[in-house]
């Protein structure tokens, strides 16, 4: 369903409910991938993904328009993504290192990769890295997103971008290579 469409059905009581089932079947298996990269564990994925969806149904007559509403829902998705991982680290009081390790286990234990070594290899050394290089990372590399696109969703400048997805390369390239 065409953006423009859904939005305008949306704001009508009597296709509200079907506008929103339409915009779940066109983003949810995106968002659940996209926020599953930041929070590894397929549980808390899929809980997070329902939240994003709770907060867009409660927020959608406020979308002003002025960016895609791909990029609000995916704004959306990683501020969720990013407050269940502060949310992870007070519930444990922990260091964000220990929280890294516990997402290390999740990644090993889960299905989020084959199995594949090189694969498993690449998901450690992302992990690694900080929360803004991983993030820019898998949204340019994974999920094939244009610089302006993620810096609407983060709201970071696009040279920042290029400078922390760069930074990231190398970082993952440096861990790759030591094995």
Do not use: C
Request: hydrophobic share 40%; glycine share 4%; no cysteine.
């Amino acid at each position: 369903m065409e953006e423009k469409v859904l939005l305008q059905e949306f704001k009508q009581p009597s296709t509200k409910e079907r506008a929103f089932r339409g915009l779940v079947a066109a983003y949810q298996e995106r968002i659940y991938w996209h926020v599953r990269k930041i929070v590894i564990a397929h549980d808390d994925a899929d809980d997070v993904t329902q939240e994003v969806f709770i907060k867009i149904y409660k927020n959608l007559d406020d979308f002003r328009e002025d960016s895609q509403l791909f990029t609000w829902i995916y704004r959306i998705a990683t501020n969720e993504a990013l407050n269940h991982l502060k949310k992870m680290k007070r519930r444990s009081a922990v260091s964000m290192d220990d929280v890294h390790g516990e997402l290390e286990n999740h990644l090993t234990q889960g299905a989020l990769v084959s199995g594949d070594e090189i694969q498993m290899k690449l998901q450690k050394a992302l992990l690694k890295l900080p929360e803004k290089q991983r993030l820019v990372f898998n949204m340019k590399y994974f999920d094939d997103l244009k610089y302006d696109e993620i810096s609407e969703i983060t709201g970071t400048s696009v040279g920042a971008l290029k400078a922390s997805f760069h930074l990231a390369v190398k970082k993952i390239e440096e861990d790759l290579s030591e094995d």
